[in-house]
């Protein structure tokens, strides 16, 4: 038992706290007595609790004590459990801390316990097999369809099938110019996004708004796979079409329901025979990852289907379409139905061996910055003594530093000014790497370039520009180190294209071209390593933009940089295909993205967040039937408090005072604020409220009355 003296600066920020954080500390410092005195240099951390009750506030005058109890040990070595119990003068307990867990850090421990605490940062996606689908019929079927056909059998099989079971098919096929060619059907050029303004117009024209149609878009399987060992990298069709399709259709629908299919052919590798060549559909993953976000109303379902004849695909994808399934990532495969699941990623136990090789060269494409130059430093340390750094910029002062700093620890550094996605450039460099360095022994494409902007902010041109040195970078790479005797090929990608990212669609999309090019070299016997990094703190773009902290409270937290790297090293050793390495929290993430709670993508990392969830505030909900008992002034001050307290939350603030006839958007509600604000409020009271609502000046008082109409 002991004494707690709280000090006269803790009083007096007590008021903001249930329990201060420096009270808690020394309260649970009561348990240190009890460790064993041979290791007294021993550090242990806590590591676990079982249970925790809150009774009462401690106030900052109170006398309070602290009260361990210490079980005999539970037989893990280096290990101490106990409860910490926290009392005032009179013996009534405040708050009880049971199972309250320290792990000592020596040894074995530390190992283990820095394995436990990076295996937390990460995923891998799992294609799971699933039942599968028999017979058509099961779900229900949309009367009305819109189908981007790919002009060949699957849109013409699907739009004959889809009409005899008593659909209406509206077919959509690219052409130069937007034309009616027959009724229902209709050409559209994927760049010009006054057409598919047109074509929404018309197909939702007077009469026919209100009947709910499906969208299905084969698009994608316009672009041209890898042909003996090549790829026409100009081609977009498949994204600037979704993209400008989303576009037209927010205008002419809103945010009215319907489901949006994204159908690829031959883009993940997941049997033996795939062929995963499909590289420029694989933008549409990311792509369509990002869509559940912003529109989430569009139920969007990516399926992907290999190995099937025409007849086949067109009915496995049938199935599909006519079916109230829940999952939003499927792979067909012959007979066989897979879906999607983000899960654990776990390193396993290894002997550490030298990473890199003194007489090998490695090339860092955007290592004049950021994390390309961190991860440059890092490979210094681990003994690499050969790097050539690229930028299509001259370094930087900081960064001429800090290669001044790798020079003087031995390492030779060259600096080159290339863009990596023209080929001419990198292939000049590498002839000239070739001729002065030692072998290539390993590439590491860091470069990438952002122009954030949600789906519908942005233009073709600004979705397409982060492609560059993502796409076309990336494919010179491969294909221009083809002969170099590499012993890695790794692409920082991002977490962006593995769970989608709201206000990130362009580079969601891009970076998914990175992914699936990881599995293309591994089936064609190239060494290849996919991260999907999450957002790493103090370096580079994450820590330049303004999203840092609005992500912090979102569950995606940065991360150190020595963990990733040391996870990046782990990695090289292990070489997995692709693993997500982020800080990410699903239940707070969820929190701001009501509708992932029934993704099928979150499915098993969700039961695991169930239980840490309970015990967290889920945040102010109300729904209709909590408003619907209320009469009509307490719906009023209800409603008006849950839609201020909803604003607060989107803007990092635990209640605001608002001024009801001010324009919302003077508060600094954003683009992707009013994404956030939209989704959750719409999904609590099952209203409709157009994305663009709070960007367009709207007081809160005339919000406040457009919720209650709906009411
Ligand atoms: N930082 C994070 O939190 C985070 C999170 C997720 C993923 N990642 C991934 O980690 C990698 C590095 O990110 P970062 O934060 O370090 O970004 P960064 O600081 O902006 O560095 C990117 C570098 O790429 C170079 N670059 C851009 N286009 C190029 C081109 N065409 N050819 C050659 N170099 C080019 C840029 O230099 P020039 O402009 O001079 O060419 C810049 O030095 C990226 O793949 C990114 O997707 C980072």
């Not at 370094?395 to 290339?418: F, Y």
């Amino acid at each position: 038992m002991a004494r707690i003296v709280i000090p006269r600066e803790v009083a007096e920020d007590m008021s903001g706290y249930i329990v201060h954080p420096a009270l808690m500390d020394a309260f649970l410092q009561g348990i240190t007595p009890f460790l064993p005195e041979e290791q007294e240099d021993e550090t242990y951390v806590p590591v676990a609790v079982r249970q925790v009750k809150f009774y009462q506030r401690p106030g900052p005058d109170e006398l309070l004590w602290t009260h361990a109890v210490v079980r005999p040990a539970t037989g893990e070595q280096g290990t101490l459990e106990g409860d910490v119990f926290l009392l005032n003068e009179q013996g009534q307990v405040l708050l009880e801390v049971l199972g309250f867990r320290l792990q000592s850090l020596g040894g074995d421990n530390t190992q283990e316990f820095t394995r436990q605490r990076l295996n937390q940062l990460l995923y891998t996606l799992e294609w799971r097999p699933q039942a599968r689908r028999e017979q058509p019929g099961q779900g229900t079927l949309r009367k009305r369809w819109l189908i981007f056909s790919e002009c060949g059998e699957l849109g013409e099989s699907l739009a004959e099938r889809l009409h005899a079971a008593g659909a209406e098919c509206i077919v959509v096929v690219p052409g130069d110019s937007y034309r009616q060619l027959a009724p229902r059907q209709y050409e559209v050029p994927p760049a010009d996004p006054r057409a598919f303004q047109r074509l929404c117009e018309e197909v939702w024209s007077e009469g026919s708004e209100e009947i709910p149609t499906d969208i299905v878009y084969l698009w994608g399987m316009l672009t041209t796979p890898v042909c003996d060992g090549m790829l026409d990298l100009e081609q977009d069709r498949a994204e600037s079409g979704v993209l400008h399709l989303l576009q037209a259709h927010a205008v002419a629908k809103g945010n009215s329901s319907s489901r949006l299919w994204l159908v690829t052919s031959g883009v993940h590798a997941i049997e033996e025979q795939d062929r995963a060549t499909a590289l420029l559909q694989a933008p549409l993953w990311g792509l369509g990852r990002t869509i559940v976000y912003e529109h989430p109303h569009l139920h969007t379902t990516l399926i992907d289907i290999d190995g099937m004849a025409p007849e086949e695909q067109a009915e496995r994808v049938f199935k599909e379409l006519w079916s109230d399934d829940v999952e939003d990532e499927v792979a067909l495969r012959g007979e066989r139905r897979y879906a999607a699941r983000l899960a654990r990623y776990h390193l396993r136990d290894e002997q550490a061996r030298p990473l890199f090789r003194s007489d090998g060269t490695y090339l860092i494409t955007g290592g004049l910055s950021g994390v390309g130059l961190r991860t440059a430093q890092w490979m210094v340390e681990q003994g690499a003594r050969h790097l050539i750094l690229l930028g299509r910029r001259v370094a930087s002062k900081g960064a001429e530093t800090v290669i001044e700093s790798l020079r003087a620890a031995g390492a030779s550094v060259h600096t080159m000014q290339v863009d990596v996605s023209r080929e001419q450039e990198l292939a000049q460099a590498l002839a000239w790497l070739r001729r002065e360095l030692p072998p290539l022994r390993g590439v590491f494409h860091s470069a990438v370039v952002l122009d954030d902007g949600t789906l519908l902010q942005l233009t073709r041109e600004r979705f397409l520009g982060v492609r560059p040195p993502r796409i076309a970078g990336a494919w010179n790479l491969h294909r221009l180190t083809l002969d170099d005797p590499l012993d890695y090929f790794v692409l920082f990608s991002s977490a962006a294209s593995l769970i989608g990212s709201p206000g990130q669609g362009n580079y969601a999309a891009a970076s998914a071209f990175l992914d699936q090019l990881a599995f293309y070299r591994r089936r064609h016997g190239y060494p290849a390593l996919c991260v999907n990094w999450g957002r790493w703190g103090e370096i580079g773009q994450a820590t330049r933009e303004s999203r840092g902290q609005r992500l912090d409270a979102r569950g995606f937290a940065s991360m150190r940089p020595e963990d990733g790297l040391a996870i990046l090293g782990t990695l090289l050793r292990q070489s997995p295909p692709q693993v997500g390495v982020m800080s990410f929290y699903l239940p707070d993430w969820s929190r701001f993205y009501p509708n992932l709670t029934a993704s099928s993508l979150f499915n098993s990392l969700a039961a695991e967040s169930e239980a840490q969830e309970e015990q967290r505030d889920s945040g102010p909900r109300l729904t209709r039937e909590m408003l619907a008992e209320l009469d009509a002034e307490q719906r009023q001050r209800v409603l008006s408090e849950y839609l201020s307290n909803q604003i607060a939350r989107v803007l990092g603030h635990s209640s605001l005072k608002l001024d009801a006839r001010l324009p919302l958007n003077w508060l600094g509600i954003d683009s992707l604020m009013s994404v956030e604000l939209k989704n959750r409020i719409s999904a609590d009271l099952n209203v409709t409220i157009p994305v663009t609502t709070f960007l367009q000046g709207i007081t809160f008082e005339v919000f406040l009355t457009q919720i209650a109409e709906q009411m």
